[in-house]
């Protein structure tokens, strides 16, 4: 049964530390999103990478975030440092072009 | 960009009901995308419509690809419990990034 697969799934962690979230898409898939989730607003789409390649990062806060595919395999979204207001529920979704996308569990980032 | 309108935000219901949703948009989409979410997890994809016009089945759930593909309708017949969540439209924009509606949250009353 293929699916995203995402650790940790929650993450306790005080303001300043580094914080790295991973996401291991589903085989075959070439597109691979990163969104975060709160209560205020909704899923946000932080990037997203086809064949690997960063294709657009435009909803990150580009100073602290950071999101890379070392591999086809594995998906990392870094934040450092950490702040209380990037506490939020972050996904990682896969799938192929225009046909729908597949999410993973979630991370849920507590940042205190 | 282009975004997706979802409407109602909520809806509260009584077991047995059908219940409507719709998205819209201001710009064309090729695509539609009907997804739910179960508190504490990740959005699942009920519904994919690729043709204007399509109507497209899953079980109690019904969802067409508006004829002038700016709209989407998702319709759930005869609501029970466990369909309480929320429920997303989505589509890809002309790059293929996936944009998400703001969600219409459904509770069903027993």
């Known amino acids: 049964d293929a699916r995203v697969t995402q650790t940790p799934r929650h993450k306790v962690t005080e303001m300043g530390q580094e914080v790295t979230m991973r996401c291991q898409p589903i085989?075959?898939?070439?597109?691979v999103f990163w969104y975060r989730q709160t209560m205020m607003q909704g899923l946000e789409l932080l990037a997203y990478?086809?064949?690997?390649?960063?294709?657009?990062d435009s909803g990150m806060p580009k100073d602290r975030f950071s999101a890379e595919m070392p591999d086809a395999t594995l998906a990392t979204l870094k934040i450092q440092p950490s702040e209380p207001r990037d506490s939020a529920v972050y996904f990682c979704?896969?799938?192929?072009?225009?046909?729908?996308?597949?999410f993973g569990q979630g991370t849920r980032l507590t940042v205190v | 960009g282009q975004q997706l309108n979802q409407s109602p935000q909520s809806m509260f219901i009584q077991e047995g009901e059908d219940v409507s949703m719709n998205c819209t948009s201001s710009?064309?989409?090729?695509?539609w995308l009907w997804y739910k979410q179960d508190p504490g997890e990740g959005p699942v994809l009920l519904i994919a419509?690729?043709?204007?016009?399509e109507l497209t089945s899953n079980g109690r759930l019904t969802a067409q690809f508006g004829i002038t593909r700016k709209d989407s309708f998702l319709n759930i017949s005869a609501s029970i419990p466990s369909d309480v969540g929320i429920y997303f439209c989505?589509?890809?924009?002309?790059?293929?990034?996936?944009?998400f509606g703001s969600g219409t949250r459904l509770l069903v009353r027993p």
């Open positions: 979704a896969s799938g192929n072009r225009g046909l729908g996308a597949f």
């Open positions: 419509l690729y043709k204007a016009g």
């Open positions: 710009s064309i989409f090729n695509t």
């Open positions: 085989l075959g898939h070439n597109t």
């Open positions: 990478f086809r064949n690997r390649a960063p294709l657009d």
């Open positions: 989505a589509g890809p924009d002309s790059s293929y990034k996936l944009i």
